[in-house]
């Protein structure tokens, strides 16, 4: 029986998305939010761009820059857990290569649209149910007014659930989400595709030495390690937090409390001088 890798994985993610121009765009063109005239032909690879790491976030993030036929550049991330320093990241990263494409004095008009991609194997946005959040520069009057140049999609993976719909991003979502669980393979998904077959091979165990499957086994050690890390400095965030919140609220019982006795001390004749004397304030 075959055995499969997880393909959320820095390793195996890289083996499919970041050595196939012909995966990244079929991927592409099946989870990002195009309009018919917007899908991508063709692809080539760029050198990732140097961006600050995250501090608890040293290794679980795993990034492929790529350019389309039109001068469209895309950033696509694969990011095993959230935090708020993420979007930022994300947001710089998006910018940097939006701007690098000038060199000094050139036209702005030679300037082509940067589309972010996060796949986040985690929750960011707890009010909704959606999965996918599309972000563009919009007028706040009217949405239908934009300006072209960056554009963010952030995908939750843990919210998405499979409909058993032969939909394109259905499959290539659940190809991320499932193979890989307990070492096996959505059968159903198998000839969908010549590239989501590809991608399975890809995505099988037997194509990876001992050092590769050593690797595989060491960036879950990291993610894990980084998980604990987040949940410390929540955890110390949140006694932080409550600590200074009854520290704030005892100093303002405190001073409610003076201020009360001061009131009543004058309403029994006592000038507000003498009283703040007796109350020390």
């Known amino acids: 029986m075959k055995r499969y890798l997880d393909p959320k994985n820095d390793l195996v993610f890289r083996r499919i998305f970041g050595e196939h121009p012909n995966l990244m765009r079929a991927f592409l063109n099946a989870v990002l939010p195009l309009e018919p005239d917007e899908r991508i032909v063709s692809l080539e690879y760029l050198p990732p761009e140097q961006v600050p790491l995250i501090p608890l976030l040293k290794r679980s993030i795993v990034d492929v820059k790529c350019r389309d036929e039109r001068g469209r550049e895309f950033l696509v991330e694969m990011q095993m857990q959230w935090t708020t320093a993420f979007m930022q990241r994300v947001l710089f990263n998006a910018s940097t290569a939006y701007v690098r494409q000038l060199s000094r004095g050139e036209d702005y008009q030679l300037l082509k649209p940067v589309i972010g991609l996060s796949l986040l194997n985690d929750v960011f946005d707890k009010t909704t149910d959606s999965y996918l959040h599309n972000y563009k520069l919009v007028n706040v009057g009217n949405a239908e007014k934009r300006i072209d ?35 096996g393979a959505p059968e159903d998904l198998k000839g969908s595709s010549v590239e989501l077959d590809q991608a399975l091979i890809l995505a099988e165990e037997a194509g990876y030495s001992r050092s590769d499957l050593n690797l595989y086994d060491r960036y879950w050690d990291v993610v894990s390690t980084e998980k604990t890390l987040i949940r410390g400095k929540t955890a110390e965030a949140e006694e932080l937090g409550m600590k200074r919140g009854m520290e704030r609220g005892m100093e303002r019982g405190m001073e409610k409390g003076m201020l009360l006795a001061l009131q009543k001390l004058i309403e029994s004749g006592m000038s507000e001088a ?5 109350l020390g304030i």
Do not use: N
């Open 149 to 183: 140049g960056l554009q963010l999609v952030f995908v939750e993976l843990p919210k998405f659930h499979a409909s058993g719909s032969s939909d394109a991003r259905e499959i290539w979502l659940r190809f991320l989400r499932e193979t890989g669980e307990k070492e």
């Open 274 to 278: 003498a009283a703040r004397k007796v």
